[in-house]
């Protein structure tokens, strides 16, 4: 089955302690990207990828970090978590840059 | 700075009527946008999409309405299903001569009721 799987799905965590939420697709997608979702601002882009090895910062890239080292995987690193990263995490893929992209479940992730 | 905007938090429509969801955006070099589908629990779905060479895209029961002089889309949904419930964000991007575009810009989202 052709899926984005996150994980963990929830994730309460301490502030300073480092995080990596894993994300993974099946699909050979390029493109890859990392979304937060907060009440009121909708979604925002975090970082995405346009292939291996290629990475880039969205409008919110303060405080996390992205690696791309293989096609199929794109953790999401929080090497010092703080209390206003508590969110709601997508991560999602495409074939090709921002065609129909696909999304995982989402991570809840609570920073105390 | 909010450059897609989607005005309206939350709006119900008794089944079998149409939806129309708003979004307005205020950036010109958009090019290209997407309406996605947002149930609680999972991540969003795909809907729809329209190039800003176009007026209006068609899928079934939806179809999106693009006014560029007015940096102004819609989404029409014909006929409303209690299954349509969920939460609508439109979303743009540029992709320019390249044809591929790389930054995704959401709205805030609509939430749509649809009755019975």
């Known amino acids: 089955e052709a899926q984005v799987t996150q994980n963990p799905r929830y994730l309460i965590t301490v502030t300073g302690k480092k995080l990596t939420v894993t994300c993974s697709q099946n699909m050979n997608h390029e493109y890859m990207s990392w979304y937060r979702q907060d009440p009121g601002l909708g979604l925002r882009q975090i970082y995405y990828?346009?292939?291996?090895?290629?990475?880039d910062k969205g409008d919110v890239p303060e405080g996390y970090k992205v690696s791309r080292k293989e096609k199929r995987n794109f953790p999401l690193i929080l090497e010092s978590p703080s209390p206003n990263q508590t969110s709601l995490y997508f991560c999602?893929?495409?074939?090709?840059?921002?065609?129909?992209?696909?999304f995982g479940p989402g991570t809840r992730l609570t920073v105390l | 700075d909010q450059q897609v905007k989607q005005n309206s938090p939350s709006l119900s429509v008794q089944e079998g009527r149409i939806s129309i969801l708003n979004c307005d955006y205020t950036n010109s070099m958009f090019d290209y946008f997407l309406w996605y589908k947002k149930y609680p629990a999972e991540g969003p779905t795909f809907l729809i999409s329209?190039?800003?060479?176009?007026d209006k895209n068609e899928d079934g029961r939806f179809t999106v309405f693009l006014n560029k002089s007015a940096k102004h889309l819609s989404l029409h949904i014909v006929p409303s299903q209690p299954g349509d419930s969920a939460v609508y964000f439109c979303?743009?991007?540029?992709?320019?001569?390249?044809?591929?575009?790389?930054?995704?810009?959401f709205g805030t989202g609509t939430r749509l009721q649809v009755t019975l």
């Open positions: 990828s346009m292939n291996v090895e290629v990475t």
């Open positions: 999602a893929s495409s074939l090709r840059g921002l065609d129909e992209q696909f």
């Open positions: 329209i190039s800003s060479i176009k």
């Open positions: 979303a743009a991007s540029v992709k320019g001569n390249t044809g591929t575009a790389s930054k995704l810009t």
